[in-house]
């Protein structure tokens, strides 16, 4: 096993409103196989240790599908692996003597909490809007008396397969959010269940990404690149013909 | 080992327990209860507001279905979002008595799997109750677009699970917990919008307020600020998961904690059944001691993983080179009618005992084999790559192996815990208007609890059980208006203010990580796969020690007004410190072998567990006393109408 020294450069910031700034650390004899939350773990024992304040960052599940961590690493969201949350990223892709950058998510919608954590309660505010279907506890019936074609359950899922990380509006050039909403909008325009809301849903959900202050959309395609879950932007294609749809025949009476 | 002195354990018992099972037979019961219950008249229910803690999969749903009836509800969770719930992780499925199969399914025949799976230590009348509401859970589910597996004809797709014979598990993918999750989040969402649920993240309940003896009230700390905060209500219902983090290194979320739990423990809840751990048997190894925590692979993949080590020890051969006649398939050669689908109890244990005989593969030697290669070769690479896929490339990124090419390398790693807070049928605690739902309960899985068991039973207690008990509870109840503003919610607050500070004060010299990892290496040598009477009063007199250094020397560093992750680690840490110990005491108490819980001086001659039904055929419910280690034992004896307990064969 080859340990390797790494020179990191990490975003510290006191509060909301503070300034922040780049901070120089260097850390020795970290292996491959580390996580690399984990090498941050490692840093921050060495800070406490030494009397210093550690660096706060987020995180859970610590196996990609909580959708809590999150950082900027070397200007990606998410760091270098394809399809990989932060905390799923190992050592191994690092080489010894590399410097590496940690910033947080960057976003007037996602205001900074401290260092690398960063707010992202939009989220929950645009799927509150409508990102569910509205069925009331005890109403179902049998849950095979509605068959679904195969093709359509998995598309669904696909879209469905979100973790709400916000590494696509971290990643867009707009901060637009486009990416997880559209997420949230096919998942129910796959399924019939979805139908009856379909598009009361889709209006008040653009509605209210606009509402938060994330930016628009236009056709970069760098939040499907960093998404850890692999979120098609045809999801945005299919939001932007229901918006259209909806828009047409409901006007904007529904909002 | 340390040569401190061995701490003998006296059990002081108190009054047995009543569970309130409703008369009349197992089938009949829950209809029965529903029947006789009083019910909060529509225009009431609006007076009520009930404080729901956590929002996983029971305190979603619970949130979600309270608020459709009416009450008001504060949702309270620790992450930045309710969407990240530990549930959120739970891979392989959920199951339901759907018969859709056509294989001989039903609710008795989930009912008695459960039970048995459970190995006869679990409550008959919950557990058929579970068993009778599992097939309301696919229907709400999917009624809310929740995407499961499906079938080219478009109906729902099953999978088998360990410890059944019948196809029962519903799963969409190998992400189950997070669709399922991400439905009870939707829809308590909706309540939100509809202005019945006021949601509170990145609160973290630290103590319960009791008021005339009953739970009226919470006190929060709001993460983000550091403020303390008081919450009032007529019920709290408690979703906050399980305690598998005691052991430092589980499958749980680096936040799962017992914090809550535990201090409405020392406020009058009784503990049940600590030392009811479920070690889960296929999980990727640890690499080193830097390791933060461990990850699952789903237990269905044991539908087409079959699990081995060499049959000899010095075989040091890469996984190819070692011929079939070479290979010990163990479980398939010692449970031939079960094979690599034996529960996991028998997984994990029969894994450590290829691995204490040398025969362990990898370079630490604590792994197993999960072999794929002959599914790969009967299905199609595509059909394995359908089912697991995102299991498969999960593997590869955290050990840089690709299990399509050569077999994974596996461990068992602590996962769920069965104990819990102790309830009666209307999952109420011993604390009145105090319920635990789903993992923070003890109720349905007994000594160990089957794979995709636990989605089931977090959305039964939260959609189908607790609305009717609730509002039984809220009907017969003489609840008076409190505020904040009472004595009550002042001392409390000022108690857990105090313990904020002294963490804070101490400034020793130890991480809080530090003392985690300590008490989590006892735990996992004593209190782990298998128990020893000498191992258990071993660890019995080193936790407090280890306690005592923790509120002498640890460093927190930050502050209280602030976002400080150590500082919520430290208040965790403390619980899982006093936690401990109890569940050694539980282990010790139980002098039998059953389930997750293995003793080895109660052993078959195959070295199968031992149960001793004559004397343990009781949940143990801890009451604690004022003082860590000193608890009072409440048996409520398991009554087995309808299941004779047997031996537990899976061969």
Redesign the interface.
């Known amino acids: 096993m080859s340990k390797m020294t790494l020179h990191l450069k990490i975003w510290r910031q006191k509060s909301r409103n503070a300034e922040g700034a780049l901070e120089d650390h260097t850390i020795e004899n970290i292996l491959p196989e580390m996580s690399f939350l984990e090498m941050l773990d490692v840093l921050n024992e060495k800070l406490i240790k030494a009397g210093k304040e550690p660096i706060e960052f987020d995180s859970d599940c610590r196996e990609g599908i909580c959708g809590t961590c999150g950082l900027v690493i070397n200007g990606v969201a998410h760091g270098p692996q394809h399809l990989t949350a932060t905390c799923q990223l190992h050592m191994r892709t690092f080489r010894d003597g590399d410097t590496i950058t940690i910033e947080p998510w960057r976003a007037k919608a996602f205001p900074i909490l401290k260092d690398l954590v960063v707010d992202r309660a939009a989220f929950d505010r645009i799927i509150q809007k409508g990102g569910y279907v509205s069925a009331n506890t005890g109403s179902a019936r049998d849950a095979n008396e509605l068959p679904i074609g195969k093709e359509y359950a998995d598309k669904s899922f696909d879209a469905a397969a979100c973790i709400g990380c916000g590494a696509c509006v971290a990643a867009c050039p707009n901060a637009s959010a486009a990416l997880f909403v559209s997420a949230k909008v096919s998942q129910y325009t796959y399924l019939p269940q979805g139908h009856p809301e379909r598009y009361r849903r889709v209006l008040k959900m653009v509605n209210q990404m606009d509402e938060e202050g994330f930016g628009n959309c236009s056709n970069h395609g760098e939040c499907e690149a960093a998404c850890p879950k692999g979120i098609s932007i045809e999801n945005i294609a299919i939001m932007r013909r229901e918006y259209v749809k909806a828009a047409l025949r409901a006007g904007a009476a529904v909002v | 080992m340390s040569t401190a002195t061995k701490r003998n354990i006296e059990v002081r018992e108190g009054a047995a327990l009543k569970a309130n099972i409703p008369s009349g037979s197992l089938d009949r019961k829950w209809d029965t209860y529903k029947a006789g219950i009083k019910v909060v008249n529509p225009a009431n229910k609006r007076k009520y507001t009930v404080l729901v803690v956590g929002t996983g999969l029971a305190g979603a749903?619970a949130a979600?279905?309270l608020a459709?009836l009416g009450y008001n509800v504060k949702a309270f969770c620790t992450?930045?979002?309710?969407?990240?719930?530990?549930s959120?992780?739970a891979q392989g499925g959920i199951n339901a008595a759907?018969n859709?199969q056509n294989d001989g399914d039903s609710i008795w025949r989930l009912f008695y799997d459960t039970i048995k799976g459970g190995d006869f230590r679990a409550r008959e009348a919950n557990v058929h109750r579970l068993a009778q509401v599992s097939v309301?859970i696919?229907?709400?589910?999917?009624?809310?677009?929740v995407?499961?597996?499906?079938?080219?004809?478009?109906?729902?797709s099953n999978r088998s699970f360990g410890g059944a014979q019948v196809s029962r598990t519903f799963y969409?993918?190998g992400?189950t917990g997070?669709?399922l999750l991400?439905?009870a989040?939707?829809?308590m969402?909706?309540q939100?919008?509809a202005g019945k649920v006021e949601?509170l993240?990145h609160r973290e309940m630290l103590d319960l307020v009791v008021i005339d003896g009953k739970a009226r009230g919470i006190i929060a700390r709001d993460l983000?600020t550091g403020e303390i905060e008081q919450y009032a209500g007529d019920a709290v219902l408690l979703c906050t998961g399980g305690y598998g983090n005691a052991y430092y290194l589980s499958t749980n979320?680096?936040?799962s904690n017992v914090t809550a739990a535990w201090r409405c423990h020392k406020r009058g809840a009784y503990f049940a059944n600590p030392c009811f751990t479920q070690i889960h048997p296929t999980c990727i190894p640890v690499?080193?001691d830097?390791?933060?925590?461990l990850?699952?692979m789903s237990e269905s993949l044991r539908n087409d993983g079959r699990v081995w080590v060499p049959k000899n020890p010095t075989d040091k051969r890469p996984p190819a080179q070692i011929p079939e006649e070479d290979r010990d398939y163990y479980l398939e050669r010692k449970y031939p009618s079960f094979g690599n689908l034996v529960p996991r109890d028998v997984a994990s244990r029969n894994a450590k005992y290829v691995c204490d005989e040398g025969r362990g593969v990898g370079e630490t030697q604590l792994a197993v084999y999960m072999d794929f290669a002959d599914s790969i070769k009967r299905l199609g690479e595509k059909a394995v790559r359908d089912r697991y896929d995102n299991l498969f490339?999960?593997y590869e990124?955290?050990?840089?192996e690709n299990p399509y090419h050569e077999p994974m390398r596996i461990y068992p790693a602590v996962h769920y815990t069965m104990g819990g807070l102790w309830v009666d049928y209307d999952l109420q605690t011993t604390i009145p208007g105090l319920f635990a739902l789903g993992e923070a309960n003890f109720s349905d899985h007994g000594a160990n609890r089957l794979g995709a068991s636990a989605l089931m039973q977090g959305l039964a207690d939260g959609?189908?059980v607790i609305?009717y008990t609730l509002g039984d509870y809220l009907a017969n109840s003489e609840i008076k208006p409190v505020s904040t503003q009472h004595e009550a919610f002042g001392a409390t607050t000022q108690e857990v203010q105090a313990q904020v500070s002294q963490l804070l004060a101490i400034q020793g010299?130890k991480?809080v990580?530090?003392f985690h990892r300590e008490l989590g290496l006892k735990l996992w040598d004593y209190v782990g796969m298998s128990r020893t009477a000498d191992g258990l009063k071993q660890v019995i007199s080193e936790i407090p020690a280890l306690r005592k250094e923790f509120w002498e020397n640890v460093?927190v560093?930050?502050d209280a007004k602030?976002?400080?992750?150590?500082l919520e680690f430290a208040g965790r840490v403390a619980d899982f410190l006093e936690l401990g110990e109890l569940m050694a005491i539980d282990a010790l108490n139980r002098e039998e072998s059953c389930g997750g819980h293995f003793r080895e001086e109660y052993q078959t001659p195959d070295g199968e567990a031992l149960r001793n039904d004559e004397e343990y055929t009781y949940a143990a419910a801890w009451e604690y006393t004022g003082k860590p280690g000193d608890p009072i034992l409440h048996k409520e004896n398991l009554e087995f109408e309808n299941v004779k307990p047997s031996q537990r064969s899976y061969k």
């Open positions: 749903s979600a279905s459709e992450h930045d979002s309710p969407r990240r719930a530990h959120i992780a759907k859709y309301n696919i229907d709400q589910c999917v009624a809310q677009g995407p499961f597996a499906r079938e080219y004809g478009g109906l729902l969409a993918r992400q997070q669709q991400i439905g989040y939707g829809a969402m909706r939100v919008e949601l993240s983000y979320a680096k936040n690499s080193g830097h390791q933060s925590k990850t699952l490339e999960m990124r955290i050990t840089g959609y189908f609305p010299n991480t990580t530090e460093r560093p930050g602030d976002w400080n992750k150590n």
